[in-house]
């Protein structure tokens, strides 16, 4: 994998490769995707389970009183073979990743098979306590998904209440000092929050990736008429934004273009 946003954006130079070599034990962590020594990072969907209702979901989502195709000690055994394999980096994604009761334990068990584990999550069930706990495992970096501002994200989550919850996840994660991103994925029903998204992260130290969307949907909720191109970027702390409030969303959800599209956590 190659972070053109981390060599747009200069947190990484070409020079590193010189400077730090390509073994992975002599890389800091946000350079391992150089190393020659290691293996590529698994994105694990743990669980379909979900408390949200995205229009975009791509997940198949199910509600939250189901059951998980794999237990707790079967994905120890996956993660023991990964570790084994050298995979360097353990994202849990889903689904929710915090539906299940065991994220704690299973990321604690990559941490301690060397293994940096990470979450991609929509952030609604990031607790106080559950942020310690994380924290306490070794957890390196939180993702969040976020869609726009409080109207447009929660229409989009199909749950009241969504964005507060997951603004809440965000500062809970800080609060115990873990790494937290936020992840935007711009469609034509989002672009028009970009602005609003600009002011709420200038006050505070996050990361902000975005992406366009990509081509799926299991709801059948079309959010944009066409393929677009797929990109990331992301910085740091970006400048005071001073561009105009964003403008009045038109219409209701309820076209229907031609093309699934999806983004999410
Ligand atoms: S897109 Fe993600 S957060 Fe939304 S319902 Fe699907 S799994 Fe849940």
Redesign the pocket.
Known sequence: MIGISKLYCGQVEPSDALRYGRESGNLPSHLLQFSKDKKPVVVWNMT?R?????V??????VPVDGADDISTEQAKTMIDDLAAYGAPVMLFS???PLVRKDLVELASHATSKGMRAVIS??GTLITKEKARELKGVGLSYVGI?LDGMEEVHDRF??VPGAFRKALEGVANCQAEGLKVGLRFTINKRNVGEIPGIFRLLAPVSTTWCTRAAVPSS?RKTWITPRPVRCWTSSWTRPAPCSTPASPKRSSPWTTTPTVPM?G??
Do not use: I, M, P
């Open positions: 379909k979900c408390n949200l209702k995205c975009h979901c791509y997940a198949q989502a889903g689904g929710e999550t929509n998904s989550r199909g299991s999806c999410c956590a």
